[in-house]
């Protein structure tokens, strides 16, 4: 787990020190956001409170970029853990109206017992408005046991109404094996799959985006460190958050 943290921070140190002869040929572009609830794959990572979260990206001209990303997380759903920290990098590019990105990502909760986190390789597909990703776990799926072969697929629609206003709508599909068996509210399962959807506007201010969507899943679920509250219940989400 460290090591794989140190192998990406070298990297962009790697790169970070080639900046300087030809600067002209990358980009670092930094980001951050609140959020009225942070949902992951259609479920509450904050326990329905609010998250922060922020960012930075390391792109080069040629399509090869590394990032992290970041978010407050509610510690009794991550094994006392209250950040999640994910590590990506990969190669992205466009033709025309067609766009590729491929990569691999690494989800790290610092501090959890036991270990937390999970490793998944992506590749995504973009068409004018439409957009598909495909993202396949190599490790066990947070670290549940004999996870490993997870999978989850997600499409996304976005149009825009006018310069500043856009609307989306997308649908994803988990698809969990071995330990990573999800049993809802009142004891219906083990379900072996969870299907999450949302629709939303956006609005870009001066810079500042303002989001609005109404989320929800085909599953109540909760945080069994929290019984009765459904963390996968519809639910409508508010942010605010600008790139720099």
Do not use: C
């Not at 790697?14 to 980009?27: G, V």
């Not at 009794?76 to 067609?98: I, K, T």
């Not at 969507?213 to 600008?242: C, H, M, Q, W």
């Amino acid at each position: 787990m460290h090591k794989r943290i140190t192998a990406l921070g070298v990297a962009a140190l790697l790169a970070a020190t080639a900046m300087p002869s030809h600067a002209q040929d990358w980009t670092f572009t930094g980001n951050a956001g609140l959020y009225s609830d942070y949902r992951f794959r259609g479920i509450s990572q904050t326990n329905k409170y609010p998250a922060f979260q922020g960012g930075f990206d390391l792109a080069h001209a040629s399509g090869f970029y590394l990032g992290n990303w970041n978010s407050n997380i509610d510690s009794s759903f991550f094994g006392g853990s209250n950040l999640e920290m994910d590590f990506y990098g990969g190669f992205r590019g466009s033709a025309g109206d067609f766009s590729y990105d491929l990569g691999l990502i690494y989800y790290y909760y610092p501090g959890s017992d036991p270990d937390i986190d999970n490793t998944e390789l992506y590749v995504g597909m973009g068409w004018g408005p439409l957009a598909l990703k495909y993202s396949y776990a190599v490790s066990d799926f947070f670290s549940l046991p004999d996870s490993d072969g997870s999978w989850y697929l997600d499409a996304k629609a976005t149009f825009p109404l006018t310069k500043e206003l856009s609307a989306f709508a997308r649908v994803g599909y988990q698809s969990l094996e071995g330990g990573a068996q999800v049993v809802e509210i009142g004891g219906s399962g083990p379900n072996d799959s969870i299907t999450d959807w949302a629709i939303g506007i956006t609005y870009d201010l001066s810079g500042w985006m303002l989001g609005a969507s109404y989320i929800g899943t085909n599953r109540d679920l909760e945080n069994a460190a929290r019984p009765g509250r459904n963390i996968s219940g519809d639910t409508f989400v508010v942010s605010i958050g600008k790139s720099f």
